[in-house]
Each structure stands twice: as C-alpha cells, then as structure tokens.
C-alpha cells in the first residue's frame, strides 16, 4: 500500500469508516467487518477527501477520456456521484454528466425520471461509482436499469469504481470482479481488504489500535472461507 492509500486508509478508520465486531451482510454473510463509507462523508471534509480519491483513481485507473456519464448506484452513492464528477471539473478541468437510479420507481412527475435521474444520452460510456462490491449483484442491477429505463442506445459500461474490494466470491464460488469482467465490464478498486487489516494489524492511528490480533485473527478466517485470492 502507498503512502497516499496508507493516508487514506487512517483517515477512513477514523471517521468509523471501517467499523468491527460482527456484521451480517446483505448476501447474508456474517462478517467480522463492515465497510461504512456513509460515515466517512457525512462531512464536507469527510466527502472533499473522498471524492479527491476517486477523482485521482479514474484518471490513474480509468483514464479521464474514457467515459461521459458517472453514475451513481442508490443510495450510498448518490452524492458520490456529484460530489465526484465536481471532483473531476475542478481538479482536471473534464466536465462529466452524472446521475442515479432509483430503489423505487417515482409514479408522479417526469416520466423519464421514473427510474433514473441524470444527464444520461445515447452511445454514453458509462463509469460506475461505488462504495464496495461483494456479489456484484447490485451493479449488475444498476446495469439493468440503465439499459432498460433509459432510453438510450448503445450505452457501454467501461468500468465500476469502488473504494473497497472485498476480495470475495459470490456463490458460484466466482470473484464478483470477475463475474463482471466476463459480462464486459472491468472493475477497479482504489484499496483491498487484505492490505486494509495488514496495514493496520497492531498500528497505532493516533493512539489508537483498531485492528487488535484478535481483530485480525477473526478476520483470516473469514478471508479463508470466502476469498478467491
């Protein structure tokens, strides 16, 4: 881990980012973790931080001319997707589209908003913003929506970009990251799980140990049952 995802990594932790104990997960595993980015941008500094990650990992990962439209999964990342593409603007002068779907359909009012909100258009290269990915189903649905309630031809996903890979399988025993690259879809993620708990395995975030051995330890054996790598 570099030094500015080391930096970032002590920064979420603080802002309870990362939170331990036991957790049961939407796939309906119990997790001896939880990633919480929502408490970590609850904050103009929180966000600013945030969205200076992303905005630095799509130009190194995705590359700036890759995609016109930024999209945001409901909910969490709804503000990610604004607060990121004001991101790109003010760092590297790229002006982007952006916009989110729905959990529920809106019965009154626009009806192109029914589902989607957004400057979405035909033949948009679509970048996917995210929180973590642990089954891929939740950005495979985002997909789905867009190609169904859009409107919009010719829409292609160049990629999904997450903050935090978790580094699991879903239950065909297949890397979620890997689910989607063999739909065509590449997945990136600014930081893993396995270098999160090794960097702060013992390590004082000022003065304080998050990750404690028994931490860890109840961490690798989750990872052992459930990671591909």
Known sequence: MDA???????????????L????????????PYFFNLANVVRDGEGIAKVSEAYALAIRDLVGLDAFDYVHGPAYKAIALAGSVAMELYKMFGANKRWGFDRKQPKEYG???????????????????????????????????????YSGCKGLKFVAVLIMLD????????????????????????????????EYLKERKVKGKVYVTKQIYDSFAKYFEKYSVR
């Open 20 to 31: 331990f104990g036991e957790f049961q997960l939407k796939s309906g595993r119990r997790s």
């Open 110 to 148: 626009v009806p192109r908003e029914k589902w989607l909100v957004g400057g979405i258009c035909e033949n948009d290269r679509v970048l996917i913003l995210d929180d973590t990915i642990t089954t891929g189903e939740a950005k495979t649905e985002s997909i789905e929506k867009l190609n169904t």
């Open 166 to 197: 978790r580094m699991e399988k879903n239950e065909q025993g297949v890397s979620a990251i890997a689910d989607l690259k063999q739909k065509g879809v590449n997945v990136f993620s600014i930081m893993n799980i396995k270098e999160v708990f």
């Open 4 to 18: 500015w995802r080391q930096s970032l990594t002590e920064f979420i932790v603080e802002k309870n980012g990362f």
